[in-house]
């Protein structure tokens, strides 16, 4: 099967020739948007230990999944909330990703386009069949691997809804064209690169944050300090590229302003994930050095608290997050280079 | 440039069942092999690959930062390809095996092997807890049902009933036989609680006393403030119950695995060929079967006998006299019959008496905690679960460290006093928990239980101990005082209104 990852280049000059369908590209979207309340609850599984509050797969206790009553799901145990609507996410996703991809085959002329919702609908229907071996085998290990395919699957949508917009397909060429005119260079190399690897850095960072999350009493306590440092060696890493980012759209005045708004969202997400995520220790686990302020002394940690919860599904989401829109963020700046280098000036 | 790394070869160090069994396929063959030597094998192959043909200045400046990096990888690949799908088990007390064979010079496997296949007999595995019938008296410690709640995977059902409580809450730092070494218990301070020594700090009994079931319950209620121990408050009552069942169990599970290998140790002859336990002597010599049993149950009894009794050895602590007014215990009865409006004064007296008791040399408290009670005193003392396993060498000592910490042990710390002026007290708060603290200490730690009058001449007398109550209550928030006095004021008018 070929590659069906987009090159930017050969993308720019089959789309310059397609139309854009507004139907593919809010369907898109709205997968996009619906995949973010996924990864929500699917942390906040995680954060409840309910991944087994539902120990059969596809059906719920027996029932039909759909046919499930309301008033178990959503006035019962608060773990079977969670999971159920969990997999009632998963399958929203599902519907959305096969109506996409019948869309894209009827309303869409490139291809590659259509292959890539192929590999979209491939990627939601496997990202199920793992959250079903989770349960079926009721393994940490596999539910760990769930959660770091999740936010690709979310990534696969983000960009799928920047390789499906108007910008993507018509505006790059004009832009491009203007400012060749003007005799700015609109999106260098090194912005693409940067972006590129903050992209690859976030989600190493989300992968050994996983094994941090779905820590099991066999891993030696030498492991998981390992892991906490990586953690917050990669976390300097991610700002570090995220800051880098910012300045480079701070000094150059000539980037697509879908570009550079990407990029102050990526950058503020990640701000806040680092907030996040000082937050998430002191949540678990306290800190080492309480004595040293009254207020982290007289902090008693709530096991399945309110607040500890959401702190620590928010760096979750949070963390899904940032890989998404490093993911616009590098296929918006590729795509405007790709097209700015294409056109020439008049 | 071809040259062979030195290092791990996977003929010389397992490597080769390594390739073998992936090279065959077999299903199962990630759980029987321990991961390191996966990731071993990973590394020497890399480093195989990286000596073929590359250049010099590639093997010589990157080759340590990409064996590091295919580490990380490879432990990465290895757990999410599912090789530490082995089935938890209670892993054996290696600490105190290495302490033992170092002081006493002689092997342990054997000793650990044995006591190992004891405890399996008697306690079961972590995902069958089980509860020796020989314990059941007429009031059971603990319950099998609430046992096997607690034990087992992590899942719930569809009323919301939990099972697999103590992998979900407590797992990750207290460790799955309840030994502290959790994976997160490097990085916590003060580290998690070992159960195995059967010691517990805050407690309504004496020192030398096991908690009661109360005592545990309410530390999983309230939690530890200001450490990694939280509070399990929002959890049901039945879980809270089959938690503390745990724990209990695990305790005595561990307490007994102590025993059984000091004894190894120090009173059987291995080479002689004595064992603590044979499983297969069940069917060759069941004579001797019997009585190495009857010796394990004798020695759980005892243990299982101070648990049963720690009821009985509760201190109850009666209220000041109704004279002496202390910060935050309010007892309206007596209140009516005392003059209100010197309250203030003789809360003042009381701790004015109660700094100089803090600071004198019977209660000795500022040796430790400093003269204003800021925990600036002594600062080189250890607890006991780390005394325990550094017994017999200085635990600032790298290299008798060493063989401790490779089996587990984590680096030694020393325990601080508290810093009193911070009015966070881990073990309670209230006057009653402060009393407590100061009349019977505290399990484990440098904190001594204080002379008393009448026993010891000594001593200092219950009001004494009050006063200090007040002085610490005082130092914590100046207005302490003032507010209580008024808060009993308020509530006096209010009764009298």
Redesign the interface.
């Known amino acids: 099967m070929a590659d069906p990852t987009p090159d930017p280049k050969h993308i720019g000059d089959r789309s310059l020739a397609t139309g854009y369908s507004a139907l593919v590209h809010r369907l898109s979207v709205i997968l996009t948007v619906a995949v973010f309340p996924l990864i929500w609850v699917g942390g906040l599984v995680t954060t409840y230990?309910?991944?087994?509050?539902v120990?059969d797969w596809p059906g719920t206790?027996g029932w039909n999944m759909f046919a499930y009553p309301a008033s178990?799901w959503l006035f019962?145990?608060?773990?079977?909330l969670v999971e159920h609507s969990h997999r009632l996410l998963g399958t929203l996703a599902g519907l959305l990703s096969i109506a996409l991809v019948v869309a894209a085959f009827r309303n869409d002329g490139r291809p590659w386009f259509r292959r890539w919702t192929l590999l979209l609908l491939l990627a939601v229907i496997a990202q199920g069949a793992l959250g079903g071996a989770r349960v079926l085998l009721?393994?940490r290990?596999?539910a760990?691997?769930h959660g770091?395919t999740g936010p690709l699957f979310f990534a696969m949508a983000a960009a799928t809804a920047v390789m499906s917009s108007r910008w993507w397909i018509e505006r790059p060429a004009a832009e491009a064209s203007s400012q060749t005119a003007l005799g700015q260079n609109a999106t260098g190399p090194f912005l693409c690169w940067l972006a590129s690897s903050l992209l690859v850095a976030s989600y190493l960072q989300l992968?050994?944050g996983a094994?941090l999350r779905h820590?099991?009493?066999?891993?030696?306590?030498?492991?998981?300090?390992g892991f906490?440092h990586?953690h917050l060696g990669l976390a300097g890493l991610v700002a570090l590229i995220a800051s880098g980012l910012l300045l480079t759209c701070i000094f150059n005045g000539g980037l697509p302003a879908r570009v550079r708004r990407a990029v102050f969202l990526v950058f503020a997400a990640v701000l806040l994930q680092i907030a996040l995520g000082i937050g998430t220790w002191i949540v678990?686990?306290?800190l080492?050095?309480?004595?040293l302020n009254?207020w982290?002394?007289?902090?008693?940690?709530?096991?399945?608290?309110y607040w500890e919860s959401l702190v620590v599904t928010a760096h979750v989401a949070t963390g899904a997050l940032i890989i998404s829109l490093s993911t616009v963020v590098a296929l918006r700046a590729w795509r405007s280079r790709a097209t700015s280098t294409q056109v020439p000036a008049n | 440039m071809r040259r062979r790394s030195s290092g791990f070869s996977p003929q010389g160090q397992g490597g080769a069942e390594v390739k073998h069994a992936v090279a065959l396929g077999q299903a199962d063959s990630c759980s029987a092999i321990p991961r390191n030597q996966i990731e071993m094998f990973l590394v020497w192959k890399f480093r195989h690959l990286a000596s073929r043909g590359l250049p010099a200045r590639w093997q010589t400046a990157t080759r340590a930062a990409a064996f590091r990096a295919l580490i990380v990888v490879g432990s990465l690949l290895t757990m999410a390809v599912g090789c530490n799908r082995q089935q938890p088990s209670f892993e054996p007390n290696r600490v105190l095996a290495k302490r033992l064979e170092l002081s006493e010079s002689v092997p342990m496997e054997q000793a650990t092997a044995d006591v190992g296949q004891a405890l399996e007999v008697l306690f079961g595995t972590p995902d069958t807890p089980k509860w020796p019938e020989f314990l059941d008296g007429e009031q059971p410690l603990i319950s099998r049902e609430r046992l096997a709640r607690a034990g087992g995977a992590v899942s719930s059902d569809e009323e919301g009933r939990h099972f697999g409580l103590f992998r979900e809450h407590c797992v990750s730092c207290h460790g799955t036989n309840g030994d502290g070494l959790g994976p997160t218990a490097a990085l916590l301070n003060p580290y998690p609680r070992d159960f195995r020594l059967g010691k517990f700090k805050f407690k309504s009994t004496p020192i030398g006393s096991k908690p009661t079931r109360d005592d545990l319950k309410q530390l999983l209620l309230r939690g530890v403030v200001g450490t990694s121990m939280p509070s399990f408050s929002l959890l049901e009552d039945e879980d809270l119950e089959a938690l503390t069942d745990y724990v209990i169990y695990l305790s005595i599970r561990g307490e007994l695995e102590r025993r059984l290998l000091n004894e190894a140790a120090l009173e059987l002859d291995f080479d002689g060929g004595e064992r603590v336990f044979d499983e297969a002597a069940k069917e060759s010599d069941p004579e001797l079967y019997a009585e190495q049993m009857l010796h394990i149950q004798s020695q759980t009894q005892r243990i299982a006998k101070q648990w049963s009794e720690a009821e009985s050895q509760v201190v109850a602590i009666e209220g000041p006299p109704a004279e002496l007014p202390v910060g935050r215990w309010v007892d309206l009865r007596a209140a009516e019959s005392i003059n209100l409006s010197q309250m203030p004064d003789a809360l003042e007296q009381s701790i004015a008496r109660g700094k100089q008791l803090f600071q004198g040399n019977v209660a000795s408290c500022a040796f430790c905690h400093g003269p204003e009670g800021a925990g600036d005193g002594q600062q080189n003392n250890y607890d006991e679960w780390t005394r325990d396993w550094t017994l017999g060498f200085d635990p600032r000592d790298p290299e008798a460290l060493s063989p401790m910490l490779e089996e587990g042990a984590l680096k030694p710390r020393n325990i601080l006093p508290r810093n009193l002026r911070l009015g966070v007290f881990r073990g309670g708060s209230s006057p009653a928990d402060l009393y407590r603290r100061i009349v019977f200490g505290i399990e484990g730690t440098p904190m001594p239980a204080l002379p008393m009058k009448p026993d010891n001449p000594q001593g200092l007398t219950a009001n004494q101990v009050w006063d200090i109550v007040n002085y610490l209550l005082n130092l914590s928030d100046d207005s302490l005082s003032t507010a209580t006095t008024s808060d009993l004021e308020g509530s006096s008018q209010a009764k009298n209104g």
């Open positions: 230990d309910a991944g087994m509050a120990p206790y178990t019962g145990p608060f773990d079977l009721d393994e290990t596999v760990m691997i770091c992968i050994v094994q820590v099991t009493g066999s891993v030696p306590h030498s492991l998981f300090k906490v990586m678990n686990y306290a080492p050095w309480a004595e009254a982290l002394a007289s902090y008693t940690i709530s096991a399945k608290g």
